[in-house]
């Protein structure tokens, strides 16, 4: 035997059936159909918040922010404490405007995440219409979904978000 062909290893290919085998890369194809059936429920946001707004220091590379503390009255939830942030764009050429709320009462909290319009670098919270994804919940909002859109609109000291939830869009 010469050396090269001590140091080579044959490689057997084979096929193996794939019957019995789940496909892991289609299994979340339907997420609001596989959540809907394990329990999760869709939370219809709909109605109007407001309150007062603070600007907090921020590091420029982040961008500049604002507070949010306030009230909201929404269908099906009844009075709400509104909490959160919106942040503005950063240190970049481009980017999108975006924030946090959480609508809080005595039956859990829900946590929406925003997207804004897109806006140039270092541009601070604007009003506008931003999308909205309910991103967790507590209580019973433990297993919400829910999605939408928020009209923005910040003043110099207060802000007024109108709610309209999409069930289509979750």
Do not use: C, W
């Not at 140039?120 to 999605?147: C, I, M, Q, W």
């Amino acid at each position: 035997m010469n050396r090269r062909d001590s140091r080579t290893k044959q490689v057997k290919f084979g096929v193996e059936p794939l019957e019995g085998r789940m496909v892991l890369s289609t299994a979340g194809v339907s997420p609001v159909g596989d959540r809907l059936m394990q329990g999760f429920h869709y939370l219809q946001i709909q109605g109007t918040a407001s309150g007062s707004i603070e600007h907090p220091r921020s590091n420029p590379d982040t961008g500049p922010a604002v507070v949010l503390l306030g009230r909201a009255r929404l269908k099906g939830l009844g009075p709400e404490l509104v909490t959160g942030k919106l942040a503005g764009t950063g240190f970049i050429a481009r980017g999108n405007l975006g924030g946090e709320i959480t609508l809080s009462n005595a039956r859990g909290h829900v946590t929406l995440r925003l997207e804004g319009p897109s806006a140039a670098g270092n541009t601070p919270p604007k009003s506008g219409t931003y999308r909205f994804v309910v991103e967790s919940g507590t209580g019973d909002y433990a297993h919400d979904l829910g999605s939408g859109t928020v009209r923005v609109i910040v003043g110099p000291k207060t802000f007024r978000l109108t709610f309209r939830g999409n069930p289509n869009n979750v």
